[in-house]
T-cell receptor, first 111, second 116 residues
Framework: DGGITQSPKYLFRKEGQNVTLSCEQN?????MYWYRQDPGQGLRLIYY?????DFQKGDIAEGYSVSREKKESFPLTVTSAQKNPTAFYLC????WGQGAFFGQGTRLTVV | GENVEQHPSTLSVQEGDSAVIKCTYS??????FPWYKQELGKRPQLIID?????GEKKDQRIAVTLNKTAKHFSLHITETQPEDSAVYFC???????????????FGKGTKLSVIP
């Protein structure tokens, strides 16, 4: 289960707050991804990065921001512009031919 | 970009029966196809994968087949057990020409229920 670590496991956000979810990997993977999963739903891509200092929007990027200053790290900020942020957030990393490895996830709840 | 369709969205089988989940992809350049299992409240875990130069791969009760011409691939689970109950995702990967240039696209998932 090691290799890619997300923190925190649970996160509570007040209305109007920005919060940042951490994702770190020591697998030397080039690509990293952020997905959102709602109850009983599939994986929706928020952002992905294939190389340091570069990232692209996924299908549901509005209200989120990311950075990729280091190969190992790909933090996700959920901004106040995201009106319905309560969900399970999964970070993943991959390299060619090895599939993606997922972190344990962060459950974000708006209070 | 790549588009992956997965069917069915839900599947119920009796314990001991076989289960088949099918995926189609749109980009003929995709050449690596992993499958993931996600148990309730947990992260997706890679269970088996196949490359485009192989037609079939088996791992105990799990097998994956690939038809490049038709652009579809399938997951087969034999002798199903209650612990096989989970959501299964297929994915397709296209490798581009630049370093780190590859896309990973997931299907929407299949919820498999194995009835004891």
């Amino acid at each position: 289960d090691g290799g890619i670590t997300q923190s925190p496991k649970y996160l509570f956000r007040k209305e109007g707050q920005n919060v940042t979810l951490s994702c770190e990997q020591n697998l030397n993977h080039d690509a990293m991804y952020w997905y959102r999963q709602d109850p009983g739903q599939g994986l929706r891509l928020i952002y992905y990065s294939q190389i340091v200092n570069d990232f692209q929007k996924g299908d549901i990027a509005e209200g989120y921001s990311v950075s990729r200053e280091k190969k190992e790290s790909f933090p996700l900020t959920v901004t106040s512009a995201q009106k319905n942020p309560t969900a399970f957030y999964l970070c993943a990393s991959s390299t060619w031919g090895q599939g993606a490895f997922f972190g344990q996830g962060t459950r974000l709840t708006v209070v | 970009g790549e588009n992956v369709e997965q069917h069915p969205s839900t599947l119920s089988v009796q314990e001991g029966d076989s289960a088949v989940i099918k995926c189609t992809y749109s980009d003929s350049a995709s050449n690596y196809f992993p499958w993931y299992k996600q148990e309730l409240g947990k992260r997706p875990q890679l269970i088996i994968d196949i490359r485009s130069n192989v037609g079939e791969k088996k791992d105990q009760r799990i097998a994956v087949t690939l038809n490049k011409t038709a652009k579809h691939f399938s997951l087969h689970i034999t002798e199903t057990q209650p612990e096989d109950s989970a959501v299964y995702f297929c994915a397709a990967t296209y490798r581009g020409s630049g370093a780190g240039s590859y896309q990973l696209t997931f299907g929407k998932g299949t919820k498999l229920s194995v009835i004891p």
